[in-house]
């Protein structure tokens, strides 16, 4: 009965971010709610593959540009908008891929951070004329209104991206228990006795690198509908490492990670910049020291002690199909 | 139109650039190589070397005795992290070290936002004189930058090929093992170097001073254009990194003569370049060796 | 008289939760040549990597000359006078021959290189070339060369002659002779004609475990030696 376990998992996660709707401003949700969407590419990236990317901003800003474009300059249909956010994340994934996996690990946080002041650049000073610089591009009153879930009302937009990230996140989850996961895992674990496979390997790693950024862009998208403007701020290397967080903050490797990640860091944030208007200070010390003593992260760590004190109060029948 | 005067205040600013890029990139290669780590706090050393700079000038009037500060600070800001942090992580995937540097060089930034502010501040240049060199009047101080970036690279040839202590560092870069077979505390020499690597970031960061505006995200900007020297270059390599900051410099300085935006664009497709044909860089070795 | 340099008892290891070795007990004595034999992966580089300190046991005891090496860091068990040459042969490549004794010299302060030229005169000639340069027998030469520097009690040599041409390993076998009346030797080997001719002991590993060992010149013959691999 595992599957029934981890449909009420999910079932559950998102019931508790919907009751935490009525309680918490619904910008802070949305905002949550994209960012682990966000962070699930990296999280699936670190954990799967063993590939730390610094250069997750880069990837967001493809999928936020790629819809704005489409939202400013063609259509209105904000879901058209994130349909062509993904897809020009997924080409570019698609195009840059082939050199970026055949990295070596260390190589490949660096690159990757590497492209993301490039595209801070590209969006910033070279392609002027139609990303117009640092003024960004407003398009919130071209967003058309749709019937059902009417996407330029936030509360609308909730519930869809809730909807979205639920879909997200049963599809990771479906990739972890696949073969496809495992032969992840194994490029991960062994990378050098599993070289000799050469072609196989990298096309494990291409699909992964090509997932997790398509991911990476529809959260893009999703911001870019969601606030109406994007701006090169997006791709700002100050930020290249608020994913990397994240994933660590929640677990890497965990399902739930990326969820109690951005719940977490979202909610510092709020929380520490208004007590000690320091951030940098807090973040980094935080990262040093859950690197240094707790790496397992807060659901990482918080797990177990969750399955024990579950398990403790299921009935005996149910404890033996797991 | 490129005029000759151009291309030689062109060539001389790059390779004072290349030389500030070389001075910060050989601390990250420097930890690469030896103790397989990714030292990004490197660039936190540059700006506390920067920062120092400034205020010990704005104190003494003097920028030199700021450079000199700011290089004892780093060096000192070094030994406490290699000692308390480092120590700890040795043993762990470089990209593991990777992020926790991250989380220093961010706190770092946030330490010294905390003592200067966020404003940037300008560092007067310690002597506006000009030389001429074929009929070009050039800055003597990007000289003494490129001279001293200079002598840095010959005394770390000669401490590397003619001290024991180098030649310690040298074996150890090539298998840490066989240096401790011998008796030898290896970690005696990942300390010593990583407290050299970070007083050459921040000698960096002092030289670099009045160049630019100093400000507490300074080491952020400097951050893609020492990664794509390293990588270029090689990780681990001090040959490979002083080629590739010398490269990247001169296509910064005449690429952004020619076209502006070729400044940043450039130095990234050379990157791409470089790996495409090897994916460990120039100099870089394509297997690790521990 | 000959008494005890090098004492095992009781000791494990393991990496991570695989464990490797079993209850190792065993001893060398001055002036003596011991030899290890037994098959590929049966614990050999592991007992000598444990012994040296590169591993740490996780129970048992290393002495040394009435001191307890377990426990000790590596560097430190070797400035003591017990030094491991590991198997690879891996001189430091970048390093010319002068650099590389020049650092055995370092750590022992012991800069009388007049002993391994007496052993190694080929070294002399080769003082500054490359050591990535040598041939597998000159950098084997040099591995010990390097290593004999600070006279140490216990050199550890894991498999010494895998590679070598047959003339090298006879001077190498004339060489161990010499070496052991200063240095005790404690050598893995898997040239069983070679170790019988050399060894005073012979210790037979397998799985981890020391299953035979051969104590006086009389009773080591290759067939004996054949029986517990
Ligand atoms: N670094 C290591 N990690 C895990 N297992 C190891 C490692 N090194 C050796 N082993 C295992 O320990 C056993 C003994 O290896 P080793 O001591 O090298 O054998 P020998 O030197 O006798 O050939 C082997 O089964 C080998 O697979
Ligand atoms: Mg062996």
């Known amino acids: 009965m595992n599957a029934l376990r981890w449909w009420w998992g999910i079932l559950l996660t998102f019931a508790l971010l919907g009751i935490a709707r009525v309680f918490l401003p619904l910008p802070f949700m949305n905002e949550v709610v994209i960012f682990s969407i966000y962070a699930m590419g990296c999280n699936f990236l670190i954990g799967r593959v063993g590939y730390i990317s610094f250069g997750q901003p880069a990837y967001l800003a493809f999928g936020a540009y790629a819809c704005a474009f489409y939202l400013f300059y063609f259509g209105t249909n904000p879901y058209v908008g994130i349909l062509v956010g993904v897809l020009g994340g997924l080409i570019v994934s698609l195009l840059i891929g082939p050199l970026f996996v055949r990295l070596r690990s260390d190589y490949f946080a660096m690159v990757n951070l590497a492209l993301a002041v490039i595209v801070f650049y590209l969006t910033q000073k070279v392609l002027v004329g139609i990303t117009h610089g640092d003024n960004g591009l407003w398009f919130l009153t071209r967003i058309s209104s749709t019937p059902l879930l009417d996407l330029t009302i936030p509360s609308h937009f909730f519930i869809f991206s809730l909807l979205l990230a639920a879909l997200v996140w049963a599809f990771y989850k479906y990739l972890d228990d696949s073969i496809y996961g495992a032969c992840c895992l194994a490029t991960k674990i062994n990378e050098n006795k599993l070289q000799f496979l050469g072609y196989h390997n990298f096309s494990i790693r291409l699909l992964a690198f090509v997932i997790a950024n398509s991911t990476t862009a529809l959260a893009g998208a999703m911001y870019a509908v969601y606030l109406g403007f994007v701006s090169p701020e997006m791709a700002s290397p100050s930020r290249a490492a608020d994913p990397v967080i994240v994933t660590i903050l929640g677990g890497v490797g965990t399902l739930f990670g990326p969820i109690v990640g951005a719940i977490a860091y979202t909610g510092m944030k709020d929380v520490i910049s208004k007590l000690i208007g320091n951030w940098e200070l807090f973040i980094g010390f935080l990262l040093v020291f859950i690197m240094l003593v707790a790496d397992k992260g807060i659901w990482g760590s918080l797990a177990p002690v969750l399955e024990k004190w579950l398990f403790r109060r299921k009935s005996p029948d149910s404890r033996g199909h797991d | 139109m490129i005029t000759p005067q151009l291309l030689i205040s062109g060539v001389i600013f790059g390779l004072s650039i290349g030389s500030i890029y070389f001075l910060l990139a050989i601390g990250l290669s420097l930890c690469f190589g030896l103790m397989r780590i990714i030292s990004l706090d490197q660039l936190l050393y540059y700006s506390i070397g920067a920062n120092i700079t400034y205020s010990v000038n704005l104190l003494s009037g003097n920028m030199w005795w700021g450079v000199l500060a700011g290089m004892a600070v780093a060096a000192l800001a070094s030994f406490a992290v290699e000692r308390v942090i480092f120590l700890r992580i040795y043993a762990r995937d470089p990209t593991f070290s990777m992020i926790t540097s991250f989380g220093i060089l961010i706190g770092g930034i946030g330490i010294i936002k905390y003592f200067w502010g966020v404003v940037p501040r300008p560092v007067e240049v310690p002597t506006l004189l000009q030389v001429s060199i074929f009929g070009t009047e050039v800055p003597v101080y990007r000289l003494i930058v490129i001279a001293i970036a200079a002598v840095v690279y010959i005394g770390i040839w000669l401490f590397l090929h003619r001290t024991i202590v180098g030649k310690a560092i040298r074996a150890a870069i090539e298998d840490v093992e066989h240096v401790e077979g011998l008796g030898i505390n290896v970690s005696r020499l990942f300390t010593l170097t990583f407290i050299i690597a970070g007083a050459l970031s921040g000698l960096a960061g002092g030289l670099h001073a009045p160049l630019i505006m100093v400000d507490p995200t300074m080491g952020l900007e400097m951050l893609a254009f020492v990664f794509m020297v390293v990588i270029i270059g090689g990780l681990g390599s001090i040959k490979g990194t002083l080629v590739s900051a010398l490269v990247i410099g001169q296509v910064v300085s005449l690429g952004s003569i020619i076209y502006a935006p070729m400044a940043q664009m450039a130095p990234f497709v050379i990157m791409l370049l470089v790996l495409l044909i090897k994916p460990t860089g120039l100099y870089g070795s394509p297997v690790f060796k521990r | ?229």
């Open chain 3, 1 to 229: 008289m000959s008494r005890e340099i090098l004492s095992v008892k009781g000791l494990n290891a393991a990496y991570g939760e695989a464990k490797v070795l079993f209850d190792i007990d065993m001893s060398v004595n001055t002036g003596q040549i011991v030899a290890c034999v037994g098959r590929n992966g049966a614990g050999k580089t592991t007992l000598l990597k444990s012994i040296a300190g590169f591993l740490k046991p996780t129970s048992g005891s290393v002495t040394a000359d009435n001191t307890l090496l377990s426990g000790m860091k590596s560097y430190d068990v070797a400035k003591f006078g017990v030094k491991y040459i590991p198997q690879d042969k891996k001189v430091f490549f970048d390093l010319t021959v002068r650099e590389n004794l020049e650092l055995g010299s370092y750590a022992t302060k012991d800069y009388n290189w007049d002993q391994v030229i007496a052993y190694f005169p080929k070294l002399r000639l080769l003082m500054e070339r490359k050591a990535g340069h040598l041939s597998g027998g000159e950098r084997q030469m040099l591995m010990i060369g390097r290593a004999i520097l600070g006279r140490p009690k216990v050199l550890l040599i894991d498999e010494p002659t895998e590679g070598l041409a047959p003339g090298i390993v006879a001077q190498l076998k004339s060489t161990f002779r010499e070496i052991s009346l200063k240095t005790s030797l404690l050598i893995v080997e898997q040239n069983l004609p070679l170790v019988c001719a050399i060894a005073d002991k012979v210790y037979a590993v397998k799985d981890g475990r020391i299953v035979a060992e051969l104590g006086d010149k009389e009773s080591i013959s290759v067939a004996a030696c054949e029986r517990y691999l």
